[in-house]
């Protein structure tokens, strides 16, 4: 697996509040709602505006309860359930997200397709965990701050579901970082964290999304700007790893003394 690029070295960071990147959001936007896509679907670009799609599937990992259908569902733009349900197969779901490349100064609308499946189904069906598997192009771990055993659960996950599976991306991120008074992961054992697995370790709040005038409606533009860190994270560590597959780069092992 490449070395994780440098944060914004590969993808503008805030683009996406630029008038250009604020125009692109408009096709994944429907009066200031997310527009929610299925699998076959995509968004509807004007004739003026040529933009290539790259296209990635990621599986969610992570202890039950930790949030990850909460994830999801803030990255579609969607309800957050308020109270917890284990996940009982495989769901997937699609979102788009336009990103600008740094070098080429490119648009690109990157295609996240995110398999999401409960911890007790992929221990009671053998097939599961396979199905999630095949051709992932990256691994989302998932933790919670306020359950200190989903964080030591990590280094078990990653070995169980990603192992030594070359050009996949691995990335973690802890959830529920709003009630951070009350965590049960301290800032140094995120430090260790990251110094011992080099991996991008991203924080996500689990209140619920911005509303409309209406008081109802979630505001799309308000939750993109929420949780835009994430999906430049994961476009950008996605990205740079098809050019480094593709010989576009050069791989750190590459340049490794011998």
């Known amino acids: 697996?490449?070395?994780?690029?440098?944060?914004?070295?590969?993808?503008?960071?805030?683009?996406?509040?630029?008038?250009?990147?604020?125009?692109?959001?408009?096709?994944?936007?429907?009066?200031?709602?997310?527009?929610?896509?299925g699998l076959l679907e995509r968004p509807a670009l004007p004739p003026t505006m040529a933009i290539d799609t790259a296209s990635y599937k990621i599986f969610l990992s992570g202890k039950s309860g930790v949030g990850k259908t909460a994830l999801v569902a803030k990255l579609a733009g969607l309800e957050v359930p308020v109270v917890h349900h284990e996940t009982t197969g495989i769901q997937t779901t699609v979102v788009f997200w336009p990103a600008k490349l740094q070098v080429s100064?490119?648009?690109?609308?990157?295609?996240?397709?995110?398999?999401?499946?409960?911890?007790?189904?992929?221990?009671?069906?053998?097939?599961?965990?396979?199905?999630?598997?095949?051709?992932?192009?990256?691994?989302?771990?998932?933790?919670?701050?306020?359950?200190?055993?989903?964080?030591?659960?990590?280094?078990?996950?990653?070995?169980?579901?990603?192992g030594?599976?070359?050009?996949?991306?691995?990335?973690?991120?802890?959830?529920?970082?709003?009630?951070?008074?009350?965590?049960?992961?301290?800032?140094?054992?995120?430090?260790?964290?990251?110094?011992?697995?080099?991996?991008?370790?991203?924080?996500?709040?689990?209140?619920?999304g911005r509303r409309l005038a209406d008081g109802r409606t979630l505001d799309g533009r308000a939750g993109l700007a929420d949780i835009a860190h994430v999906l430049n994270a994961l476009a950008e560590q996605l990205w740079h790893q098809d050019q480094v597959a593709a010989g576009l780069i050069p791989s750190p092992t590459e340049n490794a003394p011998g």
């Open 1 to 37: 697996m490449a070395k994780p690029p440098a944060p914004g070295s590969v993808i503008v960071p805030d683009w996406h509040e630029s008038a250009e990147g604020k125009e692109c959001l408009t096709c994944i936007l429907r009066r200031n709602r997310r527009r929610v896509f």
């Open 105 to 162: 100064e490119r648009v690109v609308m990157f295609r996240f397709e995110f398999w999401d499946c409960g911890e007790s189904a992929l221990r009671k069906f053998d097939h599961m965990l396979p199905a999630c598997q095949e051709k992932t192009d990256a691994f989302l771990f998932l933790f919670s701050f306020t359950d200190r055993a989903s964080f030591e659960d990590l280094p078990g996950q990653m070995t169980r579901v990603a």
């Open 164 to 208: 030594e599976a070359p050009g996949v991306v691995r990335m973690v991120v802890g959830s529920k970082f709003d009630q951070y008074m009350h965590t049960d992961v301290p800032e140094r054992d995120l430090t260790a964290f990251r110094q011992a697995w080099e991996l991008p370790l991203l924080r996500v709040k689990s209140v619920p």
